[in-house]
Every structure is written in structure tokens, then in C-alpha cells.
């Protein structure tokens, strides 16, 4: 009998696309693998240490597994892996952790244990300094959705003063293009059609440029769509957003971190750039590439956060032309230069601006997608949900849900946006046969005037 694989993959789409790749690479040695919380004769747990809650996610994922499969091979790795290799070497069930520099080597270390059964002691493959070299990747990602990710580069040199990354991926390096068109290749034949470039500072991929490479990729027949993911403001190229305009295939989408809305602030966590340099960004692409999605990433709570400074940072997030922002808490990270400052905010603090920008975000949100009513757009669509409705996603990132009689999987149909949603555009087929009318459990909102974003 096959012996079966699970996978847990804690983090970012950088982590979700080295496990895809992994996945495959245990396929084609034989594994069948199996969903996450069923029994299983191998756990791969794939980790991050952005935040501190990655032991405690650790441990619940292990005890989980050991609960239904008390015999199961426990390998570890990912960023935690990397910095709290002790932490993790004390972990009851583990079995097996590879560093960073060692990830995708994963496969032939289980090889070399015959029968992957429990051990009395953790083994250990870890290094301190990783690689600076450029890389290839062998194989391929396996995923079971319309849209795939590929890594392009690893590693950052940004050293922001929060970030922990720099420590757990090393120093930026970037994929040689050949293997990255390689690998595309073979995701569109596996029949995906968007893929979505993925690293740690996807702007300083260096082999040629990013630009140079999205070049490359849009001349691949059978691909339909090149989306580009987290971005610094600091390395877009003005020639990047003009191709952008332009592109038949490049996504209209730009989804640039600010962290916080405060010249005070930004410098104190080494960031490269000021809110008057930012919000001129912005304002510029949204003007030079119409109904562009720009998203944003904020971190509230920052050592020496004032109320004043927060509300800057709504501020900024209020005024731009920002569809979104993704809200995070800050999480002193040992051995960055944040953690060693003083004036810390306080978890109450923190857990309500976290709710204020949540709530600005979710507003922003809305009135992005309610400027489509009533247009047509092109919906890539990827699956059905419970409720019977199909969705998918547009090029510049609203989410569409549709009823269809039949399959919607994997096609890219026209529709016209009808409502707006809480986490959705609700539209209908204009390109063939109109579905049915039903009635739907969620109320759908024409306007979002009566509600105040918050002050």
C-alpha cells in the first residue's frame, strides 16, 4: 500500500507555493496524500515565524495529528524551523527539522529514514547562513486550484526593523528566468491559467528584471493571466506600470505595502520611503491604469505608536484610491532591532486599532467594488461554494460570484456585476445562457452610504 502524505502550511504564499512543489516531488515517489486532520504515516509541516504564535500552532497541528495517527512521521520545516530550531527540538512528536537552506531537499531525508517510523530523538538539518547563490527549482507546483503560484525569489536585504525574514530566508536571491518560464510551462499544461509571482521581495528579482520576465511569460500560449503578488514600493519601475496598462495578460493589480501612515514611524521601521513619496504612488497608478486594484498592508501597534499616528495611518488609508488594506498586529520578533525598543503598545490598544482598520478596510473594500455595478468584467472562476454559487476573480481582483447550471471551473466567462456582497460582487452570465434566478440567504447591498467609516 501507498504510504500517505499530509501537509500543513502555516504563513505566506511563498510557503504555500514551496509546498506545492514538495507535494508533487512526494507524489512522484509514490506518496497518495491526503488532507489535513486525516490519518496519515507522514505529517509535513511547513512553518512561519512572522508572528509569536508559531509554536503554539506548532504544537496544536502535532497534537492534532498524533491523536488520529500515533505512528506518524513528523517533519518540520519552513521559517520557524530556521529560528526556533531548540524550541522546536523540544517539541514532543517531532521527528524530523530541516532549516530553510535544506527545505526542498525534504523528500530525500525521509528516503534515507526506511519506514519513517517515530524516533527516540529529533534529527536535525539546519544551517545559520543560507545560500546567497541564485537557485533553480526542480519539479513542479501541484495544486488543485485554477490559479498557481510561482517562485521567482527568495530571501530579503530590506532588513526592515520588525521583520524577522531576513533570518529565516537569508539575503535576497532570485530564481535563474529559464527554470521560472520552465515551470510555468508545465503549470499551464497541468492546465492552470493565472499564475501569480511569488517571493519574499519579488522586486529585486534580478536575472533579467521582473519585467523582462513577465515578458517572457505572457508569450506562453495556453497562459491567460500574470498576476503579481506582495510588491515594494521602492523597486516598481515606472516601466512596469506602463506595460501594465497595455498588457493583454498582466493582471491590473498591485497589492504594495505601508505599514504605517507616519514619516515617524516608517523610519523607525526602516522603511524606505515617506507617506508623501507613497500616497503620490498610488495616486499616479490609479490615475495611469484605470480600475486598477491597489492593496496595501498595515501594521498596527509598532513600538512608540501614538493615537495621533494611528490616525494618520487611517488617514492614509481613508484617502487613497486603496481597495483594501490586510491589518496586522505587531509582534516583537527576538533578535530584530524593533523588540529592543521601548514604549511598547499594549495588546488592548493594538487589538482596537486592529478592529478600526479592519473595519476601514472592509469600507474600502465595498466602494471599490461598487464602482463596477452594473459593467461587464471577465471572471476567471475556480469553484463552487456551499451556497451553490460559483466564483472567481477578475483581473483587477474583485471577487464574483454567479449561479450556473453547469460547470464554471477553470473558465473565464463574462459577467455583469449585480451587488455587492460582504466579501463578494454578486453578478450574471452575459456571455451565454442565463442560470436561473434563486433567492440568496445574504443580503446584497446596492449602497453603502448609511455606513460611516470609522473616524
Known amino acids: 500500500m501507498k504510504k500517505k502524505v499530509a501537509f500543513y502550511t502555516a504563513g505566506c504564499r511563498l510557503n504555500q507555493s514551496e509546498t506545492a512543489v514538495l507535494t508533487d516531488r512526494f507524489t512522484t515517489m509514490g506518496y497518495e496524500r491526503v488532507a489535513y486532520g486525516e490519518p496519515t504515516d507522514v505529517l509535513v509541516l511547513n512553518t512561519c515565524s512572522v508572528t509569536e504564535n508559531a509554536e503554539a500552532d506548532c504544537r496544536r497541528v502535532i497534537r492534532r495529528t498524533l491523536r488520529h495517527s500515533p505512528r506518524a512521521f513528523v517533519a518540520v520545516t519552513g521559517c520557524y524551523a ?9 517539541l514532543p512528536g517531532v521527528d524530523l527539522v530541516l532549516g530553510n537552506q535544506y527545505k526542498m531537499l525534504l523528500p530525500d531525508y525521509l528516503e534515507e529514514m526506511p519506514g ?27 495544486y488543485a486550484t485554477t490559479r498557481a503560484n510561482l517562485k521567482i525569489q527568495d530571501g530579503c536585504n530590506f532588513m526592515c526593523s520588525f521583520c524577522l525574514i531576513p533570518f529565516a530566508r537569508g539575503r535576497e536571491r532570485s530564481r535563474l528566468a529559464g527554470d521560472a518560464v520552465r515551470e510555468a510551462e508545465q503549470l499551464v499544461e497541468r492546465g492552470h491559467r493565472e499564475l501569480v509571482l511569488t517571493g519574499v521581495n519579488i522586486g529585486r528579482f534580478a536575472n533579467g528584471g521582473l519585467l523582462d520576465l513577465i515578458e517572457r ?9 500574470i498576476r503579481i503578488s506582495s510588491i515594494e514600493p521602492t523597486t516598481i519601475p515606472d516601466a512596469l506600470i506602463e506595460y501594465m496598462r497595455t498588457s493583454r495578460k498582466l493582471c491590473r493589480f498591485f497589492h504594495v505595502p505601508l505599514q504605517s ?50 490616525s494618520a495611518t487611517c488617514d492614509v488609508v481613508r484617502d487613497l484610491p486603496l481597495a483594501y488594506a490586510h491589518v496586522f498586529s505587531y509582534s516583537a520578533r527576538p533578535g530584530t532591532p524593533a523588540a529592543r525598543l521601548s514604549n511598547p503598545v499594549s495588546s488592548a490598544v493594538i487589538k482596537t486599532r486592529n478592529r478600526v482598520l479592519s473595519r476601514l478596510s472592509a ?24 451556497d451553490g454559487l460559483w466564483t472567481g476573480l477578475t ?19 463574462q459577467v455583469r456585476l449585480t451587488g455587492v456582497m460582504e466579501h463578494a460582487a454578486l453578478g450574471k452570465l452575459t456571455d451565454g445562457e442565463q442560470p436561473r434566478p434563486r433567492r440568496f440567504p445574504i443580503p446584497v447591498f446596492q449602497s453603502f452610504k448609511e455606513a460611516a467609516l470609522p473616524a
Open 116 to 142: 519513517a517510523h517515530k524516533r527516540a530523538s529529533t534529527f536535525v538539518r539546519h544551517s545559520g547562513s543560507i545560500s546567497r547563490e541564485d537557485f533553480v527549482q526542480d519539479g513542479v507546483g501541484e
Open 395 to 413: 483581473d483587477n481582483f474583485l471577487r464574483v460570484s454567479v449561479a450556473g447550471s453547469g460547470s464554471l471551473a477553470n473558465q473565464i466567462r
Open 261 to 310: 501612515g507616519h514619516d515617524g514611524i516608517l523610519s523607525a521601521m526602516n522603511r524606505r520611503y515617506t507617506v508623501r513619496e507613497y500616497r503620490a504612488w498610488v495616486e499616479d497608478v490609479a490615475q495611469r491604469i484605470p480600475g486598477v486594484c491597489v492593496g496595501t498592508d498595515v501594521l498596527v501597534g509598532f513600538p512608540g505608536e501614538t493615537d495621533r499616528e494611528f
Open 217 to 225: 511569460l505572457e508569450r506562453l500560449p495556453g497562459l491567460a493571466r
Open 82 to 90: 530556521q529560528t526556533g530550531l531548540d524550541t522546536l527540538q523540544r
Open 363 to 386: 469600507m474600502k473594500r465595498a466602494q471599490f467594488y461598487q464602482q463596477f455595478l452594473d459593467r461587464d468584467c471577465l471572471v476567471l472562476f475556480e469553484s463552487m461554494g456551499k
